[in-house]
């Protein structure tokens, strides 16, 4: 059995990893410190069990598995996080994860969940695997003759009629991703299985690699849903996902396999004469930062923790991370505590208020954390503070007649 430990804390994929090889040496264990690379492992070795970090840069754990579930559905996924926020826990299990484990992760519970999935993996119906095996051979058959067709390449003899019998008339999304020189592999899986979900949404079809950098997919729509439409749902959702440039352009309707080539031909120069390519996350993100920022100063005395806020305007949290600090020259944690403090200065003008009343309405429902922060950042704890400021106030007022 295969397994996969995605996750950017080295100690933890190498610790998770012995663990493993010591309760069970038999399994094979393969390690990812980012999503590319577990992308990687995964299109180069049948894995069977992922665990994956909740919090990974470029794309987190959940995000990962959401788009990885349609192209290995037989994969067992296991979710690790240093938080326990329900609603982590919450959506890891709606999209399938069989167990969420917190950091640092016991020895006997991971013994009895790997024990417990090798099990289920092992009383797999060998039919079903090899009909998962003859589907997967199909599709790979499909899309590379797909794909010589597209490139204008010869498919020798080979009969396209039942190849092409259920799109008597289809619709070409090419989407083009615009990285430079370097390796497009964790991009292209996400257009291939964000694309694939969405056809299949609405309507039928599949997706075929072009090129390093280009994707094509095929797809004929429900009688209700427009080419245009469709084009900006994938827009939609490769602009949060994707954090490259890309472009995406159709075909508009077409009735004849044979003019395949030519289409995609007219349609790569159309994009290579277009105006600039899309730049996913530049100008949203930015909005998203601004929204972030509103929402702050609207709740800053609630729990506001970077996970929470991330998800609060759709990015991942170490995105959102970079974005904010890019922003505001802050880091996120620092900017929060700031503005937590700022209000706590003019909540302690006020003498009638309690000091723990004070830290409440700041977010701080620990007095004694309130005033740690209080007088790392001011030099003087809020007690002292108070005093200081009445002084000031006395002072300003005069002195009282003799």
């Given at each position: ?9 080295r ?20 390690v ?7 992308v ?9 069990i992922?665990?994956?970090?909740i ?61 417990s ?37 010869d ?45 299949d949404?609405?309507?039928r ?12 997919g ?36 077409c009735?004849d ?68 600090k ?15 403090l ?16 004070i ?18 950042k ?25």
């Amino acid at each position: 059995m295969n397994i996969l430990i995605a996750d950017d804390e080295r100690f933890i994929r190498e610790g998770i990893k012995r663990t493993i090889g010591q309760i069970s040496p038999e399994h094979q264990v393969f390690v990812a410190e980012r999503a590319e690379e577990a992308v990687k492992i995964m299109e180069e070795q049948r894995i069977h069990i992922v665990l994956t970090d909740i919090l990974m840069p470029g794309m987190s754990g959940l995000e990962f598995m959401k788009i990885s579930k349609r192209r290995y559905p037989y994969v067992k996924w296991i979710v690790i996080s240093a938080h326990s926020e329900f609603s982590y826990a919450q959506e890891a299990v709606r999209l399938g994860a069989r167990d969420y484990l917190l950091k640092p992760i016991g020895k006997t519970k991971l013994t009895e969940l790997i024990d417990s999935l090798a099990t289920e993996i092992q009383q797999d119906n060998h039919i079903s695997r090899q009909g998962e095996r003859l589907r997967t051979s199909l599709r790979f058959l499909r899309e590379g003759v797909f794909q010589r067709l597209a490139s204008g390449l010869d498919i020798g003899n080979l009969d396209l009629e039942p190849f092409i019998e259920d799109y008597n008339q289809f619709s070409l999304v090419l989407i083009q991703l615009d990285s430079g020189d370097r390796s497009v592999r964790l991009e292209h899986f996400i257009v291939e299985n964000v694309l694939s979900e969405l056809i299949d949404l609405h309507g039928r079809g599949f997706v075929a690699s072009y090129d390093r950098q280009s994707l094509l997919g095929l797809v004929t729509l429900a009688d209700n849903i427009r080419v245009e439409q469709f084009q900006e749902e994938v827009k939609a959702h490769l602009t949060h996902y994707l954090k490259i440039p890309f472009q995406i352009i159709h075909s508009g309707l077409c009735y004849d396999f044979n003019t395949v080539p030519l289409v995609v031909k007219r349609m790569r120069e159309a994009s290579a004469s277009q105006a600039p390519r899309l730049e996913p996350m530049k100008g949203s993100g930015e909005k998203a930062i601004d929204v972030a920022l509103h929402y702050i100063k609207e709740h800053f005395y609630e729990d506001l923790s970077l996970e929470k806020m991330a998800s609060v305007v759709f990015l991942n949290p170490a995105y959102f991370s970079q974005l904010f600090k890019q922003k505001t020259g802050q880091g996120y944690k620092e900017y929060v505590t700031s503005l937590r403090l700022e209000q706590a200065k003019l909540l302690l003008l006020n003498p009638k208020l309690k000091l723990a009343d004070i830290a409440e309405r700041v977010g701080y429902q620990d007095m004694r954390h309130f005033t740690q922060m209080f007088r790392k950042k001011y030099q003087l704890t809020p007690t002292e503070y108070r005093q200081q400021e009445s002084i000031n106030i006395q002072m300003s007022k005069g002195s009282p007649p003799q």
